[in-house]
């Protein structure tokens, strides 16, 4: 009868074996990962030996890890072959040596020779966590509309893919990237003035941005002479002389606004144009600080990382603010669509819980910096 230990081994094999699975949609063989999970084990060691480290307390890898070193390396190499190909695979020795070998070092190398970097916070910390649970929330929200709206599809996507975003970079604050996060945020930005823009104008400028967005792929889209006709076409109405400025936000001049002022109070860019017509012109100088760190600079290594921290974070904290007041309007409107009706209806409500977390966190934090 297996002890207490390998009873709990074995529970945190099957249990991390079913995570994988539904995170990848892929089924494996049970049976072939769990040998080569013993190996890898032995292996380990060995590795270790060889190369003379000596583990701290808690620095060795976890069982759940070694297992997904072995389920990700098996997946690489048979995820494209055919059953029959991938069962003699698993048969083969020289697959099986070698799949111990390489996972053994893999996992020496990136888990116990790496350079442990600093970091300003955590993803435990409540900051980070706080901005994580509005982003996870709104996504099990909007992963609850269903239905053939075009419309509501396609904000939703776009809603989707900016709450990502925030997860992103809030997972690079969280490692101790902070300049990587201002540059990720400057993206978020851009798409942030894009759904403000698209959510406060009439609805027929959303298919009016999808049409536009045919631009992007002239080259290698059948129709590339009828989109070049198309193109010049509507150059020529515009009165636009500038193609790769017209094809970036020409979009915008279905605004009615926008086209009567283009040329003077708007122009076809960022600053003078999707930034400004989103409202979000104030802010500009924090995007100009974003942009001179996308390319190597003196800025990358003379300003402190804690400094990028603390821009990126506020910065952060008007993104998600500005995102998730658009996501309460778009909910409220498109709720009957929703297979979760209930917290369709709570969403307003909870969400401005989250938001008001995110506020005392950030107090805090300006606190710290004033120091």
Known sequence: MANLIDQMEEHIFQAQ???????????????????MYDRVKERYAEELRRRKIR???????RL???????FYYHLFHTSHLPPALVSRLQGEQGYRDMLVQDVAVYIVINEHLNVEKYSNTSAYSPEIAAFNMACSYSLFILGSLRGEDRRMNGINNLFKKALVTI???????AAGNSCDAVILWRHLHELECVL???????????????????????????????????????CKAFGVKERNAFINYGWLAHIDEFRSGMGKEYRLNFKDGLQKIA??????????????????SAWVVTIRDDNFYKFTIFELQRSVENILSLIKKFVARYREYSVRAPECEAYSRTIDGYLGMIARNMKIVAAKYRR
Do not use: C, W
């Open 167 to 173: 997860k992103s970079v809030i997972h690079l604050l």
């Open 279 to 296: 409202g979000q012109s104030a802010r500009h100088a924090a995007y100009a600080s974003a942009s001179k760190i996308l390319h190597p």
């Open 17 to 35: 074996m079913a995570r994988l699975g539904r995170l990848t949609g892929k089924t494996v063989d049970v049976a072939f990962i769990r040998e």
């Open 196 to 234: 403000i823009v698209l959510n406060t104008r009439e609805d027929e400028l959303f298919f009016e941005y999808i049409k536009h967005m045919e631009y992007f792929d002239l080259e290698s889209n059948p129709n590339a002479e009828a989109l070049q006709r198309r193109l010049s076409e509507e």
């Open 55 to 61: 583990l701290r307390a808690l620095d060795g890898a």
């Open 64 to 70: 759940d890890e070694v297992v997904s070193y072995i």
